[in-house]
């Protein structure tokens, strides 16, 4: 979700594990931050109340999320929130996905964009 981002959750008493693609990165989080890194997403050991997300594009979180077993590490009523730039299709797939459904998991995308008001109609077409 980003590396500072990720560093201010750690100030709530929540235990903060983190993932990235790039384990060089998700070490030196751990240096300047509390925190335990998980070094795969199929090989989890832990269930997780939430997750958050910030990927580069719908091909890293279509891979974080569906060719891993982190979903099925998501507890029953948990979250995941997204502050990727996702598309629209993506949001569809996955808010209709069986699995998510079924384990009544929350998605909430949470995009950061800035927007120039003689352009924002641009985001609805």
Not at 14 to 28: D, M, P, W, Y
Not at 51 to 66: E, G
Not at 70 to 97: C, M, P, Q, Y
Request: charged share 25%; with cysteine; glycine share 4%.
């Amino acid at each position: 979700m980003g590396f500072h981002m990720a560093g201010h959750l750690t100030r709530s008493k929540h235990e903060i594990h983190v993932f990235n693609r790039s384990q060089v990165k998700a070490k030196r989080w751990t240096k300047t931050h509390k925190g335990l890194v998980i070094q795969s997403l199929n090989d989890l050991s832990y269930s997780y109340d939430g997750v958050f997300l910030c990927l580069k594009d719908d091909d890293a979180i279509l891979d974080i999320l569906f060719n891993s077993k982190l979903i099925e590490s998501i507890k029953v009523g948990a979250f995941i929130v997204d502050h990727s730039t996702t598309s629209l299709k993506l949001v569809n797939r996955i808010i209709s996905d069986n699995q998510i459904a079924s384990k009544k998991i929350t998605f909430l995308m949470l995009q950061f964009l800035e927007v120039r008001p003689e352009r924002s109609m641009e985001l609805f077409q």
